[in-house]
């Protein structure tokens, strides 16, 4: 990958080297304009977030389960979308723009085609087939496929690790526990755990099929393919637990699993979160509609009507395409993009980021107490989600972004005529974030040392990602916002702590591991504001070796780039294609610590100068951000109309100003 980007353009190009102040106002102000022009009558901004061709694929087969049929054209379009998005180098799908095949993917992708009326005999569906056996077949796929497969009838249950009902009512002190995995997890899993209990068929009312996607007979299938990260001894213990629970799992009591369903069902309705979804996330919404089926709930029930209609608002349908989402990051996108025209500057950039900030205002978590609260039961709520509304799953990493926003607004511009107070806000998600710290000092994204490693190695979590450990990038994002607010290491416990958290986890070359964006590019920019915002000195070795590092992996054309590649099982950088999101995490991460006159940070400006499109915006197809490292990855279309704006007018502000000193948390 390496020399494949060295061959884009030689360093030495004179046009790589320099730029204009000029030119950067100009590509500053065409880039305002446009993503001002975003903004809904409200004020906030929401942008699609794409993943791979996995989502839109389980939305045609979730759709065939229950004989319903999707909005006249749409399947055509899904259909459009996944043909295009068929890799021509090796014939499957890809997690990624132009990854490697991926076997789950590629087993849902040929599937929904299939389903849609595609002949397996076309060509597409040909080099679909082939390169799904030539890899084991639609057997090699993981867990999830798995599961869709048995409720198809595609292969046994035995094929499925065992996830008994009963789980519900394990008390809290048992290995495992809804409190001990992750949110997403949590939401995914309790309606499994009512479908594997009750086993139903698809209805299938087409009766397709993909047998001969397998090599050898779906019958014989019994044993799950095991996961790249799974380490002695748990794989055993765990498989030795999985085959107990096989043997006896028919006898289970009827009395004791009545009742655990009907706790899940419980458990379920009370977060179902309206038309925003159970979770707020695409999986645990199906799985939803398909629990409520199962134990009797008739298709006008109003819980199934709006579980239904929450899933039908994460598709997209464009002139000739469509996909679905698998959710939507208003909060996330509106407060970013406030950051960015904040930095731009102008009453009209500047009228814009307090609309959008009036509009996330109301959207604090203030009145809900949400799983998070297992662990941290004596604190106050007072976060924001991701989503337009997902109470019980509040986020640390939002609620910092939303807060740095606020106080950035009123610092700004002071309490001048129609700009409103945000300080009771702020207050309350500080307390709220404050309250949330990991004992090891650290901040993970919703809940508290949700850090049990062993469960990462249940059959069940053969993606490695069950757990919400505190990461580098989450708490970077909170050592800024406590920072941005006044507080230093000395006058705050809490700081401190996460700062040395931070320090701790710098790897060896110098960067940090970014766990929510792709990905130590990502972790450093993060790490190396909060730095700065927390005031360590710019001489120390930890930030000279992150800025050397990060001086060395820019590419030849002046940009930066990160493949996905780069979260192998021992993660380690791999060098990508430059994007203009990730190019702009580096130059903002270099001028975060004093190097605006770095000659890396002028020819980065310089790339992002030169690749601007003439609609202000970057084109970026590449995935720059991450759901779960090595299964799933994501797409955000705002962020190559945001970050590239904010790192350009940092550069504008700091050369204008001639100070080194950037006063933001971010």
Same mark, same amino acid.
């Given at each position: ?37 975003? &903004? ?82 076309? /060509? ?17 796929? +993981? ?12 292969? @046994? ?25 992750? !949110? ?15 086993? /139903? ?26 996961? =790249? ?6 794989? @055993? ?46 999986? #645990? ?44 990051? =208003? ?41 998070? #609260?297992?662990?941290? @039961? ?11 509304? +997902? ?13 740095? *926003? ?18 009771? *806000?702020? *207050? ?20 508290? $040392? ?18 919400? =450990? ?38 060896? $070359? ?22 700065? #915002? ?6 120390? @070795? ?20 990160? $493949? ?5 099982? +021992?993660?380690?950088?791999? &060098?990508? !294609? ?17 190097? +605006? $006159?770095? /000659? ?24 720059? &951000? ?24 940092? !550069? ?15």
């Amino acid at each position: 990958m390496r020399e494949a980007v060295k061959k884009i353009e030689a360093l030495q190009r004179p046009k790589t080297q320099e730029i204009s102040l000029d030119e950067v106002e100009r590509g500053v102000a065409s880039a305002t304009r446009a993503l001002g022009a975003l &903004a809904q009558a409200d004020g906030h901004i929401c942008f699609e977030l794409e993943a791979d061709a996995t989502i839109p694929s389980e939305y045609i087969l979730f759709h065939q389960f229950r004989a319903t049929a999707p909005r006249d054209g749409l399947e055509a379009k899904i259909g459009n979308y996944l043909r295009r998005t068929q890799s021509r180098q090796h014939g499957g799908w890809a997690l990624v723009h132009d990854g490697p095949f991926d076997i789950s993917a590629s087993v849902k992708a040929y599937f929904a085609l299939k389903m849609i009326g595609d002949d397996i005999e076309a /060509p597409h569906m040909r080099r679909a087939r082939e390169a799904i056996l030539s890899r084991g077949g639609a057997a090699s796929a +993981n867990v999830f496929t798995r599961f869709l497969l048995a409720l198809y009838g595609e292969v @046994p249950w035995r094929a499925v690790p065992v996830m008994p009902v009963e789980v519900m009512l394990l008390p809290k002190w048992f290995p495992f526990h809804l409190d001990k995995v992750s !949110y997403w997890a949590r939401c995914v899993m309790v309606p499994l755990f009512v479908l594997q209990a009750t086993k /139903p068929r698809a209805r299938n009312p087409r009766g397709i099929g993909i047998q001969e996607l397998f090599v050898k007979p779906p019958e014989h299938v019994a044993d799950w393919p095991g996961s =790249p990260h799974a380490t002695w001894p748990w794989t @055993p213990i765990f498989g030795s637990v999985d085959r107990v629970l096989r043997k006896v799992e028919d006898r289970f009591p009827k009395a004791p699993r009545r009742r655990a369903m009907e706790k899940a069902r419980a458990w379920v309705s009370e977060r179902l979160n309206g038309e925003d979804g159970l979770g707020a996330i695409f999986p #645990a919404m199906v799985n939803s509609v398909l629990m409520y089926e199962v134990m009797g709930y008739g298709p006008d029930h109003p819980q199934v009507r709006i579980a239904c209609e929450a899933i039908e608002k994460l598709v997209v349908v464009k002139e000739h395409e469509a996909y679905v989402q698998p959710c939507v990051s =208003p909060v996330w996108d509106t407060a970013l993009a406030g950051h960015a025209l904040l930095e731009a500057g102008g009453p009209d950039a500047e009228r814009k980021a307090r609309a959008g900030l009036d509009w996330l205002k109301p959207r604090q978590v203030l009145d809900i107490k949400g799983d998070w #609260a297992a662990a941290k @039961p004596n604190v106050r709520p007072g976060g924001w989600a991701f989503q337009y509304a +997902n109470a019980h799953y509040p986020d640390l990493d939002d609620t910092a972004v939303v807060v740095m *926003a606020m106080d950035r607004a009123m610092k700004q511009h002071g309490l001048v005529a129609g700009m409103p107070d945000y300080k009771a *806000a702020i *207050a309350r998600a500080r307390e709220w974030v404050e309250g949330l710290q990991s004992k090891d000092g650290g901040w993970a994204a919703f809940d508290a $040392d949700n850090n049990h490693m062993y469960l990462n190695h249940i059959p069940f979590s053969d993606h490695g990602a069950l757990l919400d =450990p505190p990461t580098a990038d989450v708490t970077a994002r909170v050592v800024s916002m406590l920072s941005q607010l006044g507080e230093t290491r000395e006058s705050s416990k809490a700081l401190d702590r996460g700062v040395d958290y931070l320090l701790k986890e710098q790897e060896a $070359d110098g960067s940090w591991y970014g766990r929510w964006g792709m990905n130590f590019i990502y972790g450093t920019w993060s790490v190396l504001c909060a730095l700065n #915002a927390a005031g360590v000195d710019h001489a120390s @070795p930890e930030i000279r070796k992150s800025v050397a590092w990060l001086a060395s992996i820019q590419n030849p054309d002046g940009g930066w780039g990160e $493949d996905a590649s780069s979260y192998k099982i +021992n993660p380690a950088f791999e &060098a990508g !294609y430059s994007t203009a999101s990730q190019t702009a995490w580096a130059l903002l991460a270099l001028m975060a610590v004093g190097e +605006n $006159d770095n /000659p890396a940070v002028t020819r980065g400006i310089n790339y992002l100068s030169r690749t601007q499109g003439a609609d202000g915006f970057w084109n970026e197809e590449r995935y720059t &951000a991450t759901g779960f490292p090595r299964v799933f990855y994501l797409r955000y279309h705002g962020y190559p109309k945001f970050f590239p704006l904010w790192a350009m007018a940092r !550069y504008r502000n700091l050369k204008r100003s001639n100070s080194r000193a950037v006063a933001h948390g971010m």
